[in-house]
């Protein structure tokens, strides 16, 4: 695929920043649908709170530049997050924390070399933790009662796909387009710690 010129990629660049930016200025969305059970708004949960959808861009953008294994460690530490969660476990500085893992995760794929096997499991422990992190907060506006497995499963899904979606985008596109996201998705998630 040709990749734009210049003042294209940076109109676009740009464009992206700001509407980001605007987002994680107004309240997340994601609380509001947590308050309803079943699968539509587990589905829409991670896809309305600006926070967890950059990170799932980000895990995505890790597993297109450096290894598709990591879309396997960031599905084991979505579990194990659900799981703390479903316990009613929970971080002291929670929301900072999973602000911090959008820059962590995307500070990975500036590393630019895919890595071997052996090499996956510091990166893969990262993307992992970053990931249980955010399912934690899921957990925790996780709504009560009736069709609280349903909306677990609708997370789940839009989760995975979002982040399969990504990493298939990316993989289509010029390296520097995963580079220059990666650059942006850490000044957001430096961005939204600092607005904690």
Known sequence: MKDLNQPQALALL?????????GLAMPAQAHD????????????HPLVGLDHLLLLV???????????LLLGWALTGGLIGAGLA??????PGLELLAALAISAVALLT????????QDSIPAGGIVALA?????MLH?????????????WLGTLASS???????????????AGWTQRLALLLVVLGGAAALSL
């Open 110 to 117: 500036l590393r630019r070399s895919p890595f071997r096997l």
């Open 14 to 22: 740009g464009t992206a920043a700001t509407v980001a930016c605007l």
């Open 139 to 151: 957990g925790l506006e996780a709504p009560t009662g009736g069709g609280v497995a349903l909306w």
């Open 58 to 68: 980000a895990v995505g953008g890790a597993a297109a530049a450096l290894s598709p």
């Open 160 to 174: 995975s796909l979002t982040s399969v979606g990504s990493y298939a985008l990316l993989r289509r596109l010029p």
């Open 86 to 91: 479903s316990m009613a476990s929970a971080l």
């Open 131 to 135: 990931v249980a992190v955010h399912a």
């Open 33 to 44: 649908v947590a308050s309803h059970a079943g699968l539509m708004a587990g589905v829409l």
